[in-house]
């Protein structure tokens, strides 16, 4: 959803209308509402009684992004009967095959592997909140710990993470987003050496309070290397695994593996740092947005697009 976010207001500031059509979760409708951004409420995305043809004339949309993962080729049979070009992210799914837009920024298995007509992949196309440039800083030594695992940390790695915290004697900040739901379990684990946040309001700038962060394997690590923030990294499902070693390779951060293996031998507090912080600034540039705007908008043919 942030990305989504981050994606509509650079294409509104290059005079496109945009509308977000979503599920119905009212702590993610309630921060689309706060940024002003017009939405529209789908109960049932994987239906297939048309929805998706109603929406694009009713709204006038020429261009259709999905940010789902998996998409079915059914899905995108029914958008481009609707001659509405079709754009995807990161979709490993059936529905991959007839986009005209392939932007796979988190895949690393070699971009002819991908389905679409156009494809582009690697990190240069990470779409990242461009805050980070007021919030970025170089990190000498370990101060503050953050542990965020994502806005619904569906296994609740938090909890375990925060055990092991325990183990080798560490503090940290726990911040759990909108749809976290292990809050009983949490609750057993909190003690005075753990402070909890819920749901800021943004995170890369609540980054800069920090010296390492725990985080998935999503676009978080990411964000956080370009501010400068090192992370150890956890994989919460299969797919995120080529993600934390891809991370590890570009020297911002250290990868731990999968969930299901915690606590980990290799889970210690790296001491180098300085490295690793300059290591994610360097590595992970911020003109990712900028080039799929870009591509998104050769494929534009009128001026109203949804995500």
Known sequence: MYRALSLVKELKRNGKDCVIYCNNHSKSLSIIEDVGIQYDIVEDLQATDGWQKKLIVRDNISIWIDDRLDTLLNHSVTVKKTDTALATFDNHGSGAEMCDLNIAALYFGGIENLLGKLKFSGVEYLILNQDI???????????????????????????????????????????????????????????????????????????????????????????????????????????????????????????????????????????????????????????????????????????????
């Open 133 to 307: 440039l007021k919030y970025s800083r170089l990190r000498h030594k370990l101060e503050r710990i953050l542990v965020t695992m994502g806005g619904s940390d569906t296994y609740g790695v938090t909890i375990d993470v925060i055990r092991h915290l325990k183990k080798i004697g560490r503090k940290a900040t726990i911040l759990i987003g909108p749809a976290f739901e292990h809050h009983k379990e949490l609750r057993k684990e909190l003690n005075d050496d753990f402070e909890l946040k819920i749901a800021v309001p943004s995170l890369i700038e609540e980054f800069l309070n920090y010296d390492l962060a725990i985080t998935g394997g999503g676009i978080t690590p990411f964000e956080a290397n370009a501010s400068g923030l090192p992370c150890l990294v956890v994989a919460n499902e299969d797919f995120e695994i080529p993600v934390g070693k891809e991370l590890e390779k570009l020297g911002g951060s250290r990868f731990l593996g999968h969930h299901s293996k915690l606590p980990f031998e290799g889970f210690e507090i790296p001491n180098n740092l300085k490295e690793m912080s300059i290591a994610g600034q360097d590595n992970i540039k911020l003109d990712g947005l900028t080039k799929v705007t870009h591509a998104l908008m050769k494929l534009e043919k009128e001026n109203r697009i949804c995500l």
